[in-house]
C-alpha cells in the first residue's frame, strides 16, 4: 500500500516535455511494470480455476491464486477486434467507432498505452492487434497480420515484415522475452502487452501435444438445446453440426474437395482450398508429425461412415481436443514468461493480468464462436496478480467489464487523465476495500449483422448480477429475460412469464445505462 500512495502522488499526465520528463525521472523508480497477456476466444470453461472439468491449467491458475480471480468478468461486444478496441480506449464500441469486425480502428484516439507512455512508460505490444490500423502509442510492436497463423507466422516488427518458422504461442512468448531482455530501458518500468492469437479458429496444436492424443470429453448439459422461445438462437449459423470438414474437423486436404458444412461463412466455397494453403504453409518436419496424428483420424472417419448424433458427437469430441490442446500451449508459455520474470527478481513489481478478448461455446447450447451476451462468450476468464496490493487468493463475485480495464489501471497508477472513460475503476475491488461498481448492472452490445460470420442476430441488454434482459433487433423483435440463480444455462426466457414489475425494473436499468454511455441508436428500438 505505501507503495501505491507513493504512485498516486507522483504520477500524473502532463503537459509539456519538460514537465514530461521531471516527470519521467521522478517516478521511474519502483513502478509496477505490466504485463497484460490476452488470448483470443479463451472460455473460461476451459481454465481449472474456473472449476473446468476438460483440462488443467496451472500457470494461469497461478496467477489467481497468488493474486484475484474474477468470476464475472464481462465484455460490452462479444467480437475480436471490438472487445480490443474497448480495452484500449475505455470506451463503448459506438463511442470508440469500432463496433464489428468490418470496421478499422481510429488510432488517433487516446488510449491507455498512450498514457503509460506519456507517464515514462515504455510501452509494447506483441502479438495479435487485429485493428487494422498501425499501432499507435508503443515504443515497440510486433503483430500478427489480421488472424494470423498457428505455425510460420508473418508478423510486423515496426512496419518491416517478417517471417517466422515454429509455433506462434511460443513465438510470441520468446519475442515477449528478447524484448524485456533486450529494449526495455534500465531505468524505465514497462507495459507490455503479450497478446496471442490462441485459442482461435482453427485450433491448430502444436506438436508436442499432438503425442496426448484423442481423449473423450463430457457432452454440456445443454449440448442437445431446442432453443424453445428464443428465435434468435435458433437461427445462428455457429453450431458444432455445420463445422467445417476440413479446417476445423481437419480432415486430409487432399481428401476433401468440396467443403459440406456451413461453418458460419455464408460462401464456404473457398474453404476447403483455404484448409489445402494452411496445410500448405508447414514445413516437411512439421507435415510429418502432423500426418502421423491426422492422417489416422482421417482414415478412421472415412471408414465409419458416421451419421445424425454419431457424427455430431464426433465433431464436438474433434473440435474440443484441438482446442484444449491450443490452450496447453498458452499455459506452458505464460508459465515460462513468468519463470523468467522471477528469475530476472521483478515478477512481485509487476502487475500480471491474464485474460481473453472474450469468451467461448465448447459445446454449450451446441455451438462453437462467441457473439452472444449469454454466459459463455460475454463473460471470460480474467486474474490478476500484483503482491503489493492485491492479497493472495483473493477471489471476486463482482461485476466487471473489459470498458473498465483502462480506468482500473488509471487509478492503480495514480495517473490522472480528463479522459472521459466509460468504464468504473475497480481498483477497491483489488486491494479489498469493495466499493460496489456496477451497481446499475451492465450493458452490452453487439452489431456483426447480417453482414459478417455466423448470423447473430443484433442485441442489446443489461445483466444485473441475477437477471439477464437482452432485445434482439433489427429483422427481428424479441426480448428475453433470463434468471441466472434459477437457470444459470439459460435455456429458460421467462420474459412473457415474469412480474411485470421486474420487467419495468429491468428495462429502467436498459435505458439508464443508454442514456449514461449515450447509446442513442439502441434507444430507438426499445
Ligand atoms: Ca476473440
Known amino acids: 500500500m505505501r507503495l501505491f500512495l507513493i504512485l498516486i502522488t507522483t504520477l500524473t499526465v502532463c503537459c509539456t516535455p519538460a514537465e514530461q520528463e521531471q516527470t519521467k525521472q521522478s517516478t521511474t523508480k519502483n513502478q509496477p511494470n505490466i504485463i497484460f497477456i490476452m488470448t483470443d476466444d479463451h472460455a473460461k470453461n476451459a481454465m481449472s480455476l474456473y472449476g473446468s472439468e476438460l483440462i488443467n491449467t496451472p500457470n494461469l491458475d497461478r496467477i489467481g491464486r497468488d493474486g484475484m480471480v474474477f468470476n464475472r468478468s464481462y465484455v460490452?461486444?462479444?467480437?475480436?477486434?471490438?472487445?480490443?478496441?474497448?480495452?484500449?480506449?475505455?470506451?463503448?464500441?459506438?463511442?470508440n467507432g469500432f463496433r464489428d469486425n468490418s470496421d478499422a480502428f481510429d488510432g488517433s484516439q487516446m488510449t491507455y498505452p498512450k498514457i503509460l507512455q506519456q507517464n515514462g512508460y515504455y510501452t509494447g505490444v506483441v502479438g495479435k492487434w487485429h485493428l487494422k490500423s498501425k499501432p499507435q502509442g508503443f515504443d515497440y510492436w510486433n503483430v500478427l497480420i489480421d488472424q494470423g497463423d498457428y505455425y510460420n507466422p508473418t508478423m510486423v516488427h515496426m512496419g518491416d515484415t517478417i517471417d517466422h518458422t515454429g509455433y506462434t504461442t511460443s513465438i510470441i512468448t520468446d519475442l515477449a522475452i528478447e524484448v524485456l531482455n533486450q529494449q526495455v530501458p534500465a531505468d524505465k518500468p514497462f507495459c507490455l502487452m503479450v497478446h496471442h492469437k490462441a485459442p482461435h479458429r482453427n485450433w491448430m496444436p502444436d506438436s508436442v501435444h499432438l503425442a496426448l492424443g484423442e481423449q473423450t470429453y463430457p457432452l454440456p448439459e445443454n449440448f442437445y438445446d431446442s432453443y424453445e422461445n428464443r428465435p434468435a438462437a435458433a437461427q445462428q449459423d455457429q453450431s458444432i453440426s455445420q463445422m467445417f470438414m476440413s479446417s476445423d474437423m481437419k480432415l486430409k486436404p487432399s481428401l476433401i474437395q468440396v467443403e459440406t458444412g456451413t461453418g458460419g461463412a455464408g460462401d464456404n466455397s473457398n474453404i476447403a482450398a483455404g484448409w489445402q494453403r494452411l496445410y500448405d504453409r508447414l514445413t516437411d518436419e512439421q507435415k510429418k508429425t502432423w500426418d502421423a496424428y491426422y492422417d489416422p483420424i482421417s482414415d478412421d472417419f472415412f471408414n465409419r461412415n458416421l451419421s445424425?448424433?454419431?457424427l455430431l458427437e464426433w465433431k464436438y469430441q474433434r473440435y474440443i481436443n484441438d482446442y484444449l490442446k491450443c490452450i496447453m500451449s498458452v499455459d506452458e508459455n505464460v508459465g515460462r514468461l513468468l519463470t523468467y520474470l522471477e528469475e530476472q527478481?521483478?515478477?512481485?513489481?509487476?502487475l500480471i493480468i491474464y485474460t481473453s478478448d472474450q469468451g467461448f461455446y465448447l459445446g454449450e447450447h451446441g455451438w462453437y464462436d462467441k457473439r452472444f451476451m449469454y454466459e459463455e462468450s460475454f463473460g471470460m476468464p480474467l486474474v490478476m496478480r500484483y503482491p503489493p496490493l492485491i492479497k493472495p487468493g483473493s477471489v471476486n463475485n463482482n461485476l466487471v467489464l473489459n470498458l473498465d480495464f483502462a480506468p482500473t489501471l488509471m487509478e492503480l497508477l495514480g495517473i490522472e487523465t480528463n479522459e472521459p472513460w466509460q468504464g468504473s475503476s475497480y481498483l477497491s475491488l483489488l486491494n479489498g476495500t469493495q466499493e460496489e461498481i456496477h451497481q446499475d448492472g451492465i450493458y452490452y452490445h453487439y452489431y456483426e449483422y447480417p453482414h459478417g460470420w455466423h448470423k447473430v442476430k443484433r442485441h442489446y441488454g443489461v445483466s444485473t448480477s441475477r437477471y439477464k434482459l437482452i432485445h434482439f433487433y433489427h429483422d427481428i423483435d424479441h426480448w428475453e429475460l433470463f434468471d441466472l440463480q434459477q437457470d444459470p444455462m439459460e435455456m429458460n426466457n421467462i420474459y412473457s412469464t415474469a412480474d411485470p414489475e421486474l420487467i419495468k425494473e429491468m428495462k429502467e436499468k436498459l435505458v439508464g445505462l443508454q442514456d449514461r454511455y449515450g447509446d442513442e441508436v439502441a434507444k430507438g428500438y426499445n
Open 308 to 310: 445424425g448424433n454419431e
Open 76 to 95: 460490452t461486444n462479444s467480437i475480436c477486434g471490438p472487445s480490443r478496441a474497448v480495452f484500449l480506449t475505455g470506451k463503448y464500441s459506438h463511442i
Open 345 to 350: 527478481g521483478t515478477l512481485d513489481n509487476t
